[in-house]
Nanobody, 126 residues
Framework: QVRLVESGGGLVQAGDSLRLSCVAS????????VAWFRQPPGKEREFVAG????????TYTDSVKDRFTISRDNAKNTIFLQMNSLKPEDTAIYYC???????????????????WGQGTRVTVSS
């Protein structure tokens, strides 16, 4: 059974940085596509960043380009999201997601991921 556990969220001020981590167990991690999504208060879950399979192509939603970086450490079965220059509009619950069979064209679709973490809250004050 695949399990994802996020950590690293918190309350920060605008302009600060945070690094989220997500440790995976029970999966073929090296070949899996991994991603971060977020759900702002009162809004739908949205794609933030994704990495296709084993250190493959990365993609970001426009609002976080040049500020956020997704990475992975296959030796530690861990996904990271480095978030710099945080803004109040980045406030959300952040979820990591993993799927072992996802195709590239589905990378941004939360409905296509089979495995999810419990979420970690990020609050950015102005």
């Amino acid at each position: 059974q695949v399990r994802l556990v996020e950590s690293g969220g918190g309350l920060v001020q605008a302009g600060d940085s945070l690094r989220l981590s997500c440790v995976a167990s029970g999966s073929s991690f090296r070949s899996a596509t991994v991603a971060w999504f977020r759900q702002p208060p009162g809004k739908e879950r949205e794609f933030v960043a994704g990495m296709f399979r084993n250190y493959g192509r990365t993609t970001y939603t426009d609002s976080v380009k040049d500020r956020f970086t997704i990475s992975r450490d296959n030796a530690k079965n861990t996904i990271f999201l480095q978030m710099n220059s945080l803004k109040p509009e980045d406030t959300a619950i952040y979820y990591c997601a993993l799927d072992e069979r996802l195709i590239l064209s589905s990378l941004r679709l939360h409905t296509e991921y089979d495995h999810w973490g419990q979420g970690t809250r990020v609050t950015v004050s102005s």
